[in-house]
């Protein structure tokens, strides 16, 4: 029923900014909650922010506070991930992930899943 999709994935050099974006369809809710979560090969999902629709309240990761945004966006539906001064080690395939009650930055409870977009940030 739900389906996410990211867009804006690419490669940037350090120091860089990059916007990406999810954008869900199905949900039948104006209340849901929408996160990223970036993976690099071998290793476990990290929570990169979160953010609740309906109250329009975001977490962040320490990792990356004061560098990354979370909010919506002016596309229908559409959550951005604006991400500034960005470094070699945010290099990562980042997902998007979405569910109707838990909004964390912990993975194993969100219900939707989006397949990820690559950021690559080197010289």
């Known amino acids: 029923q739900v389906q996410l999709t990211e867009l804006g994935g690419g490669s940037v050099q350090p120091g860089g900014g990059l916007r990406i974006s999810c954008t869900a369809s199905?949900?039948?809710?104006?209340?849901?909650?929408m996160a990223w979560f970036r993976q690099i090969p071998g290793g476990q999902r990290e929570g990169v922010a979160a953010?609740?629709?309906?109250?329009?309240?975001?977490l962040y990761a320490d990792s990356v506070k004061g560098r990354f945004t979370i909010s919506r966006d002016s596309a229908e539906n559409t959550i951005g991930l604006w991400m500034n001064g960005l470094k070699p080690e945010d290099t990562a395939m980042y997902y998007c992930?979405?569910?109707?009650?838990?909004?964390?930055?912990?993975?194993?409870?969100?219900?939707?899943w989006g397949h990820g977009a690559q950021v690559t940030v080197s010289s």
């Open positions: 992930a979405a569910d109707v009650s838990f909004c964390a930055l912990d993975d194993t409870y969100y219900t939707y």
């Open positions: 199905g949900f039948t809710s104006s209340d849901y909650c």
């Open positions: 953010f609740r629709t309906g109250t329009s309240s975001s």
